[in-house]
């Protein structure tokens, strides 16, 4: 699986190196130390086997093993043995610890000869000299042979049903010793330092990764800054910038280019927002004229002559033109941030109600249920909030099936008022759906003008929910219909009082019209 992110895999690759590291040095170090210990040993060993060379009797050799426990056992739990034999191959001395299975036969050398130089001078005088060369060299004083010098001990390590041993031995003239010594107390030592290893290295790899961990987050906070610069990129962020004063080196180009763009970005959409503003603002007025002109004449044509017809033709796309152009004033304002709320307490109780007269006479033909409560106050502009709600119907009637049906369903839950208006309709493609809220956007069966309008009606209720600080939504919903659910926060004003005369008209239930 691929770690997605930056900081946690700089984190785990720091945290890989280092291990690495330490796990190599407390490996070779485990292995100086216990190479060192072990010579040490070795040379104690080397010392006391030089000093056996001298005959002994057992009780000395006792004495000697006493001396070996208390030099090199400094341990309790170490164990010391020892084993002579004389020139026979017979047993002179072996301690109670000495194991069977420790075998020190390869490790005797041959045994060390008088010179030879000597005996065969003395074989040559015996025979071939005189009775009188004998006599003066009896008068001469004898000299010592040389002493020739044991071969070295030899150290190995042997493993038994104990444990492990380091065995050394001897060779001297007249006797064999070997002394062994268990590896008991080196390998708790050992051991120890191992446990220690073993947890020293978890530690220090969680303090290295926690290191940098802090460290990768403290070189990725301009990035962080950058994130929450473009978190603010909307209508009112876009003269936010990324102060580069505390920022490293190797991030500034990179905040300089950002600012710039935010820069050209505020540039552009104030000059597409002021374009937007302007011309509908600039086309009101003529509009207005242009419609009251033509009502004028219109009331003066004869009646049912041609001009009559096509000024009426002329007069509703004139209004139908002036409706646009209110809609993209509005939507301008709200891109700008500028749309003026004129905030009372509205019932949407009593604005459903009314609307649901205005269907049963705008749509006979269609079925009507409604379940709505009371009293559902929200703090808004009744005028937008009107518009949201006549924009839904007017959409429910528009693409709705034949002999089809609406549902206006109503809740509240603590702090919000949910409105949710469905009907029956073809089923709306999953591309369509999440271009839905999209400006001048209609899906295609409705791209004919035998529907009414331009594709800004749930832009524009969109957009006037979220002003309100609610939010418009298309719900999933079962093949064959369609539901859109408006939430808006509940007004905090206490709504105890009794209700309007219209509220008293409210429906229970679901109550069906049929015309």
């Known amino acids: 699986m691929k770690l997605r992110s930056f900081r946690l895999r700089i984190a785990l690759l ?52 006493t001396l070996l426990s208390n030099q090199l056992g400094r341990n309790t739990q170490t164990s010391i043995a020892l084993l002579v034999i004389d020139t026979n191959d017979k047993i002179v001395y072996q301690s109670e610890e000495w194991s069977d299975e420790l075998n020190v036969n390869g490790l005797w050398s041959a045994r060390p000869r008088v010179s030879p130089t000597t005996s065969s001078s003395s074989q040559q005088s015996s025979s071939s000299q005189t009775e009188q060369e004998s006599q003066e060299q009896s008068q001469r004083p004898r000299k010592r042979p040389p002493r020739v010098p044991p071969p070295p001990p030899r150290i190995v390590t042997q493993y038994t049903s104990t444990g492990a041993w380091r065995v050394g031995a001897i060779t001297f003239s007249q006797v064999r010793v070997a002394i062994a010594v268990s590896l008991k107390a080196i390998d708790q030592e050992m051991a120890v330092i191992r446990n220690i290893f073993l947890i020293s290295i978890p530690v220090v790899l969680l303090l290295v990764a926690g290191g940098a961990w802090g460290l990768s987050g403290k070189a990725l906070y301009p990035i962080k800054q950058l994130t929450v610069a473009i978190r603010q990129v909307t209508v009112q962020g876009l003269d936010q910038r990324v102060p580069i004063d505390a920022i490293d080196v190797e991030f500034v180009e990179l905040i300089q280019v950002f600012n710039q763009m935010l820069e050209r970005l505020e540039h552009s959409f104030k000059q597409a927002s002021r374009f937007s503003a302007d011309a509908a603002h600039e086309l009101k007025t003529p509009l207005t004229i242009l419609q009251g002109e033509i009502e004028q004449i219109l009331q003066q044509a004869e009646p049912g002559s041609q001009i009559q017809q096509s000024l009426s033709h002329l007069l509703d796309e004139v209004r139908r033109l002036s409706g646009i152009v209110r809609k ?41 249920e409604t379940k709505i409560a009371e009293r559902l106050y929200v703090q808004g502009d009744r005028d937008l909030l009107t518009q949201i709600l006549q924009n839904l119907l007017s959409n429910a009637i528009k693409y709705n099936l034949p002999e089809g049906w609406i549902r206006i369903h109503t809740r509240q839950q603590q702090t919000t008022v949910l409105v949710t208006i469905s009907n029956s309709s073809k089923d709306i493609p999953l591309s369509d759906r999440q271009r839905i809220f999209d400006r001048f956007y209609r899906s295609d069966p409705a791209r004919t003008r035998k529907v009414d309008g331009v594709g800004l009606g749930l832009s524009l209720a969109w957009e006037i929910a979220r002003a309100h600080g609610g939010e418009l939504t298309l719900d999933s919903t079962p093949s064959g219909q369609t539901a859109f659910t408006l939430s808006l926060p509940k007004s905090q004003i206490n709504n105890s009082f009794p209700s309007q005369d219209r509220c008293a008209k409210t429906l229970k239930g679901f109550t069906n019209f049929k015309q």
Not at 33 to 52: P, Q, S, V
Not at 59 to 65: G, K, Y
Not at 347 to 357: A, D, G
């Open 14 to 65: 720091s945290a890989a190196l280092a291990g690495s590291t330490l796990i190599g040095f407390g490996l070779v170090s485990w292995f100086l130390i216990y190479d060192a210990k072990l010579n040490r040993l070795d040379a104690e060993l080397k010392g006391h086997l030089m000093w056996t060379g001298r005959p002994r009797s057992p009780e000395r050799w006792q004495s000697f093993e």
């Open 328 to 368: 993209l004033l509005l939507l301008s304002l709200a891109d700008a941030g500028q749309m003026r709320l004129q905030r009372v307490e509205v019932n949407l109780s009593q604005l459903l109600i009314e609307m649901v007269e205005d269907i049963e006479l705008l749509a006979p033909q269609l079925t009507l």
